[in-house]
């Protein structure tokens, strides 16, 4: 069987290798490991980070929106499959007829793997396929992998259409979250000592920690901006979602993504410093903004829970000034 690991040429020259985040996906038992957070939250570090040190052997396959036709899902798949036992493809076609070809495929080539030493396959960036019909292939897939020495993880901006509290009551389901994956102010320091052209104190920081919450694409976006200048008190000070990096990022990655009643809804209420329901419904005008709340809490897009029921939220203050 060939080993296949995320080389570290894979890695940004510039990670801070958190093993607090390492230690909770190597939990023993898992089946699935599911790794959420918003875009640029550093979902794909964290999980290359992980397994670049990790001695099991793993396939990874990143989605496109060509991946939502089942049948092009399912070629890359198995072409990442046999990247790790040579021969998975050719075992797991058969004579099967029609619509349950791909089914029967998936569980030939996940036997197959069993068979061996065991695996990991990731599928990163998951969000893409969501709603399509992809998904039940996705669904077939965790439904076949073994107890025993095969982990299924995925990498998505929002939760796999999976039913995880299937896993979570067998101890199956390991989970990092978007509150897992903020930088903490000693990790902010380390990262900003990757570049040696920034010359920031603690107190610089951990005012950049407080301002980005974290996010990782607001930390590296600082640095890019702080390189060579001289007036960094200045700059720590009014660094916002109008920074011109952290703007063009939101905007392609986020916004101009979103369909137009969702893009709507989040311009319509980034006026509010908390948001509910109501408070929603009478900004927008629209009768369901409960359901358009909870719809783009699900989806990641920078909404911060404010209470255990889940009732207010607020922007990520980045998201918001943008």
Request: proline residues 5%; negative net charge.
């Amino acid at each position: 069987m060939t080993v296949a690991r995320p080389s570290s040429a894979h890695l940004p020259t510039h990670i801070v290798r958190r093993t607090r985040l390492s230690d909770v996906l190597s939990r023993p038992g898992a089946r699935l490991v599911v790794v959420t957070g918003p875009a640029g939250s550093g979902k794909t570090v964290a999980v290359r980070d992980w397994l670049s040190t990790a001695e099991t052997p793993t396939a990874w396959l990143s989605l496109d929106g060509r991946h939502t036709d089942p049948e092009y899902f399912l070629e890359g798949l198995l072409a990442a499959l046999e990247e790790l036992s040579p021969g998975v493809h050719d075992a797991t076609w058969g004579d099967d007829p029609g619509d349950h070809a791909a089914d029967h495929a998936i569980a030939r080539a996940v036997k197959h793997l069993a068979a061996a030493q065991g695996a990991t396959i990731v599928l990163d960036d998951l969000h893409v396929i969501d709603r399509s019909p992809t998904a039940g292939l996705l669904a077939r897939l965790v439904d076949v992998i073994p107890s025993t020495n095969l982990t299924l993880v995925v990498c998505s901006r929002s939760d796999p259409p999976l039913q995880l509290h299937r896993f979570r009551l067998a101890g199956e389901l390991v989970e990092v979250r978007e509150a897992d994956l903020r930088f903490n102010r000693h990790e902010a320091g380390q990262f900003f000592a990757r570049f040696p052209q920034v010359d920031l104190d603690q107190s610089h920081v951990e005012r950049l920690a407080e301002r980005t919450e974290g996010w990782a694409a607001g930390l590296q976006f600082a640095a890019l901006s702080l390189a060579g200048r001289d007036d960094t008190d200045a700059f720590v000070e009014r660094f916002t979602g109008s920074d011109r990096h952290v703007a063009d990022f939101l905007l392609d990655e986020v916004l101009d993504r979103q369909p137009a009643d969702v893009r709507g809804f989040l311009l319509s209420t980034s006026v509010l410093d908390r948001l509910r329901a109501d408070l929603c419904e009478h900004v927008t005008g629209l009768p369901d903004a409960g359901s358009m709340l909870r719809r783009v809490e699900a989806e990641n897009l920078f909404l911060v829970p404010l209470d255990d029921d889940r009732e207010w939220f607020r922007y990520h203050h980045i998201f918001g000034q943008l």
